[in-house]
Each structure stands twice: as C-alpha cells, then as structure tokens.
T-cell receptor
Framework: GAVVSQHPSWVICKSGTSVKIECRSL??????MFWYRQFPKQSLMLMAT?????????EQGVEKDKFLINHASLTLSTLTVTSAHPEDSSFYIC???????????FGQGTRLTVV | DAKTTQPPSMDCAEGRAANLPCNHS???????VYWYRQIHSQGPQYIIH???NNETNEMASLIITEDRKSSTLILPHATLRDTAVYYC?????????FGAGTILRVKS
C-alpha cells in the first residue's frame, strides 16, 4: 500500500509553545489529507480536512486558530498546535489518499505531550 | 456517512478464523464498507473495502449481505499479531468517521 509518513513520532513541549507536525505522502500525490486526534482508550476523532492550495475545513468544535493546517503541496500537510496546553496532549494522526474513491492510508501518528 | 454498530470486544483462538460483524443498516447505495484496524499506539491500517460484492485480499475476506445492511470481516487464520481494534466504516469518500470499533483479542 501507499506510504504516509508523519514527523515527529513523538514530541514533548512546554505549555504555551507551538508544535508543528508534518504529514507526507511518500509515493503518491494527495490533494486531500485528513487530521485526527485520539485520546487514551478512545477512538479517532476527525479534526479537519486539509485541501491542497486552499483553506482547511474544520469539524465542529475544533478551533481553527489553535490548530493551524497548511497544505502547501500535493505531498505535504502540516498541523501546528499553537499555544499548547496540557489538555492538548494526545495522539495526532493524518491520512491521505490519491483518489476520493480509493482507500486512505494513515501515518504512524505523533504522540504530543505538553508539560 | 453510514452509522455502524460493532460488538465492543471479541476473543479468538490462535489459528482459528476470526469473524467480526458490523451492522450498517443506514448505508446508502454509493457508500463503501471499509475495514481498518489499529494496533496499540500506531496509525490505523487499511484492511479491505467493498460495495456490494464479497471481496478477498491477502489479509482478509469481506462478506456483505445482499441487502447491504451488514457485513462480516473474516481473518481466516488469526495470529497473536492480529490483536487490535477493528473499525468498520461506511463512506463514499476518504473522510473516515471512526466509531468505537471491536477489540479483537487473539489468544494462544
């Protein structure tokens, strides 16, 4: 299957700082990528849809000014958690597909811990 | 996206077939049934998907009822490494909305 890579795999940051997470499609072009968040013992929660060359579409209840998404190229989307707080500590996962009618592939996830 | 219902957990003996059910009675005609699994602390892994016909690949088989209101994922010879949370999702695109899934425990 296609490969989606996230970086970093884990990060620890101080409260009040910003953290950027990268999601890359390594062997295909992705016009659309998705960002999810997962808290311990819970399912994945869709945060936003990242569209190449345009603004992201956020799910209800997700603050767009706190979770900045940039999709500058067909192989890279970034999620920046701004002014992070301990409650933002979570597992962040991206997915991508090269076509709307085929399966999406997921990155390995990024474990964010805010201290 | 279609609402799906799965049992919260299942056990399976190693080497035996694991049959994971999913109800999706509200699925629309253009929505596919996708199955993913997530092993602890990893991103979800694609398993298989189908629309109307049964499907088989190197990982699993997908049996979809004729009325498309339910489906069953079959892992023919479960191994300990198949222990994971399995998600059944109905969608017509790549935007996947995850439910609680089924925790499959494969035991030796």
């Amino acid at each position: 299957g296609a490969v989606v890579s996230q970086h970093p795999s884990w990060v620890i940051c101080k409260s009040g700082t910003s953290v950027k997470i990268e999601c890359r499609s390594l062997d295909f072009q992705a016009t659309t990528m998705f960002w999810y968040r997962q808290f311990p013992k819970q399912s994945l929660m869709l945060m936003a849809t990242s569209n190449e060359g345009s603004k992201a579409t956020y799910e209800q209840g997700v603050e767009k000014d706190k979770f900045l998404i940039n999709h500058a190229s067909l192989t890279l989307s970034t999620l920046t958690v701004t002014s992070a707080h301990p409650e933002d500590s979570s597992f962040y996962i991206c997915s991508a597909s090269n076509r709307a009618d085929t399966e999406a592939f997921f990155g390995q996830g990024t474990r964010l811990t805010v201290v | 996206d279609a609402k799906t219902t799965q049992p919260p957990s299942m056990d399976c003996a190693e080497g035996r077939a694991a049959n994971l059910p999913c109800n999706h009675s509200t699925i629309s005609g253009n929505e596919y049934v996708y199955w993913y699994r997530q092993i602890h602390s990893q991103g979800p892994q694609y398993i298989i998907h189908g629309l109307k016909n049964n499907e088989t690949n190197e990982m699993a088989s997908l049996i979809i009822t004729e009325d498309r209101k339910s489906s069953t994922l079959i892992l023919p010879h479960a191994t300990l490494r198949d222990t994971a949370v399995y998600y059944c999702i109905g969608t017509d695109g790549n935007k996947l909305v995850f439910g609680a899934g089924t925790i499959l425990r494969v035991k030796s």
